[in-house]
């Protein structure tokens, strides 16, 4: 069965389309980001301040780019934070 696709917004970065969508979970501002073509590819996770900016999205791409970040291979959610005007791996 397919994702829900309710909210979710679409970005074409690198020639690569995600899905994405800011939410509040647990008082928390939190974007959730996934490739579009795979069914179980890896989410990445982000917790962001109370400002938030759509220039955020790319950043967090890059950044899950470069950190190890698989959205085409299943596996646990990547997290990460927004601390001090850049993406920092998420304390668990």
Known sequence: MP??????????HHD?????????????NE???EASAPVNGQILTAELPRIVSYDMVTEAIDYGNANGWK????????????????FLPADT
């Open 3 to 12: 994702p829900p696709q309710k909210g979710y917004k679409i970005i074409n």
């Open 16 to 28: 690569v389309q995600y899905r994405w969508i800011m939410q509040n979970r647990r008082g928390v």
């Open 31 to 33: 974007l959730v980001i």
């Open 71 to 86: 959205p085409f291979e299943a596996g646990a959610v990547f997290r990460c934070k927004w601390v001090r005007k850049q």
